[in-house]
Every structure is written in structure tokens, then in C-alpha cells.
């Protein structure tokens, strides 16, 4: 394979030390997204183990509704789609305006997602179904906003991503900043897959 198609996108002929450069970023931005990865595991074993720690309190089916889960299931996993887009048309060469498309898509798309999730988590606080009212409330909310607080991260990092698409157009630097950036958008959702199947669909089984 050539070595000007790096992970998917075409960085251009700048050389070996380019492409060595690209290649230690992305492997320095896979060891944090790994570290990250240990932080959430050790937050699900503790949801887990503090599952049926309700102290008399609400419980996970009297809080979790499914309809809006899926929602947010199904909008985060579409702005997969809309990033991996935007990654095609960096790819190929698109213009400007295509990619700025498909990222704004993809933020606006984590802004929903953003609200939807805000709306869950004051309907669960009218419940009187705070942090402080169980140990099973507390893990849930040591986990769940967390993964919130980096979808807001990412849709920050998109827009600053934007400016510089705008700034300083599609060269070197910003096709590698946009593959680090994709990594993360995409670990998100795998991460929200998780906190759907062992959270919410287990917490609403009979």
C-alpha cells in the first residue's frame, strides 16, 4: 500500500517523517483513548455492583425509559455515519464546503443527542432520583453524564476543527487532527453502546 494513503486519508508525498510524525500522533491519541477506556470499564463494574443498591429509593425501571434511549441510540450512531462521511470527502479531495457539511451534521446530530440526554437527567432529579439518594444513583450518575461531558467535548473540538478547516483549509495537520478527532467521536459511540445494553436494556428487563 502506498504510503501517502495513511489510515484511510490521503496525507500527500511529504516524506517519511510525515507520515512517522502522523503515525506517533495517532498512536500517542491511542493510548489515551485506551486510558479512557479503563476509566469507563471500572465506572461499568461499579454500576454493576452497586446495581441493586437502591436504599428504598427509585429503581432502575420506576427511572429508564426506552423510547427516548433508542433515540439518542439511533442519533449518535448516525452522526457515526455523518463523521465518516466527512472523512470520505477529506479523503477524496471534496471541497471545503462538503466537509464543513458533514461535520456540522455531525454536530448538530451530538447536540440533540446533548439535549435529549440533559431533558433524561432532569426528569430523573422530578423523581427526587439524585446522586446523593443511593448508591445505585450515584454509580449511574458517575457514569452516565460522564460519557455526556465527552460528547460535549467532541462537540467542541468540532467546532474548533471548523474554524480551522476554514483558517487554514484541508492541509496535513488538520487531516490528522480530523483523524484523532474521528477515533474519539467513534469510541464515544461504542461507548454509549455499552451504557445502552448493560444500563438501560438491563435495567427495564422484567
Known amino acids: ?8 486519508i ?3 508525498g ?19 483513548l485506551m486510558s479512557d477506556a479503563v476509566i469507563f470499564a471500572l465506572l461499568f463494574a461499579t454500576y454493576g455492583a452497586m446495581l441493586g443498591g437502591t436504599a428504598g429509593g427509585p429503581t432502575p425501571r420506576d427511572l429508564y425509559e426506552l423510547k ?3 433515540i439518542e441510540t439511533a442519533l449518535l450512531l448516525i452522526s457515526s455515519f455523518t463523521w465518516a462521511m466527512a472523512s470520505v470527502s477529506l479523503k477524496y479531495g471534496d471541497t471545503r464546503t462538503r466537509v464543513l457539511g458533514w461535520m456540522g451534521a455531525t454536530l448538530i446530530l451530538g447536540l440533540v443527542f446533548l439535549s435529549m440526554e440533559t431533558h433524561d437527567f432532569a426528569t430523573m432529579f ?20 460522564l460519557h455526556g461531558l465527552h460528547v460535549l467535548a467532541g462537540c467542541v473540538w468540532i467546532i474548533v476543527m471548523g ?11 488538520t487531516k490528522t487532527n480530523m483523524l484523532r478527532l474521528g477515533l474519539f467521536w467513534h469510541f464515544l459511540d461504542i461507548v454509549w453502546i455499552a451504557i445502552f445494553s448493560t444500563v438501560y436494556l438491563q435495567g427495564l428487563a422484567p
Not at 422530578?126 to 453524564?145: C, D, E, I, Q, T
Request: charged fraction near 15%; charge should be neutral.
Open 68 to 70: 427516548p434511549t433508542l
Open 10 to 12: 490521503t496525507l500527500g
Open 1 to 8: 500500500m502506498s504510503r501517502s494513503a495513511h489510515t484511510g
Open 126 to 145: 422530578a423523581k427526587g432520583a439524585y446522586p446523593a439518594r443511593s448508591g445505585f444513583l450515584s454509580a449511574f450518575f458517575a457514569l452516565v453524564p
Open 163 to 173: 474554524v480551522q478547516v476554514i483558517m487554514m483549509g484541508l492541509d496535513d495537520r
Open 14 to 32: 511529504k516524506g517519511e517523517t510525515h507520515h512517522a510524525n502522523a503515525e506517533q500522533d495517532l498512536f500517542g491519541f491511542w493510548v489515551f
